[in-house]
């Protein structure tokens, strides 16, 4: 299904079927590119994404980089018009690998591992990451370059095993791809591991793209209202989006 609205942006929801004939339920906002705004917004109280954008009338955005419960503070680095926030530092020696999105000033998305980006650029950045495609080419796979595994303990699992529900954002010349994926629904949703996730955003027309934070904390808005359906753990819905510490808005310009 796909339904474009009237400032073209488009909305596609789909089921996939993967290799082992599982399937899962995708959500893709594509937004135009020339038209929209990105910007990170970073929670000073963690909050719900769906409810916030709500309240605060910005209809289009979706879950950003990870975050530590206790307390709550985004896992990597954030800055918001160049000026760093607050943050648990990634775990040495893996920072500078790790991939961020850096909106500068003039609204260009660049996506890109930490240390390839200046500090003293202004704009707004927030690690995330891995790398799911660059240069067109799917280039999620088992090198581990940017420390996920190896550095797992910083989160709840290793993130890069099998499949779950997962976002991620994308780019090319002329669009920007918000995508999240359901997953942890025994026999309905199966979720994606990271090549598939790689692949899909290669097969909507991505020629960049990085993971953003998933699991629990999956959650893509789009007109106001939450898309994806949340779960905390296999075949246990969450009552509602859980909270989160930052988000990536996309606002007409």
């Not at 038209?35 to 000073?44: D, G, N």
């Not at 850096?102 to 690690?127: N, W």
């Not at 999620?140 to 595994?149: I, L, N, P, V």
Request: net charge negative.
């Amino acid at each position: 299904m796909s339904h474009e609205t009237a400032d073209g942006r488009r909305y596609e929801l789909s089921r996939i079927r993967l290799a082992d004939r599982s399937e899962t339920t995708i959500y893709a906002v594509v937004h135009p590119r020339r038209a929209t705004r990105v910007q990170v917004k970073c929670f000073e109280e963690a909050r719900r994404l769906d409810e916030w954008c709500a309240a605060n009338r910005r209809p289009e955005a979706i879950v950003a980089g990870f975050f530590l419960r206790d307390p709550w503070r985004p896992l990597g680095e954030v800055r918001i018009g160049g000026r760093l926030l607050p943050h648990e530092p990634i775990a040495a020696p893996f920072g500078p690998a790790r991939s961020c999105v850096f909106v500068a000033p003039d609204g260009a998305v660049t996506l890109a591992p930490r240390g390839e980006i200046a500090d003293a650029l202004p704009g707004d950045l927030v690690q995330a990451g891995p790398r799911l495609v660059a240069g067109g080419r799917a280039v999620a796979g088992g090198d581990d370059r940017e420390g996920f595994s190896r550095g797992a303990a910083q989160f709840d699992s290793d993130i890069t095993a099998e499949r779950h529900p997962r976002c991620a954002l994308g780019v090319n010349e002329d669009e920007l791809f918000a995508v999240c994926c359901d997953g942890r629904r025994t026999g309905v949703d199966a979720g994606l591991d990271l090549a598939e996730l790689a692949r899909l955003m290669v097969a909507l027309g991505a020629t960049d793209a990085i993971n953003l934070d998933g699991g629990g904390s999956a959650t893509l808005v789009h007109r106001g209202h939450l898309l994806n359906r949340p779960y905390s753990s296999v075949d246990q819905p969450g009552p509602e989006s859980r909270q989160v510490v930052t988000a990536l808005l996309f606002d007409p310009v």
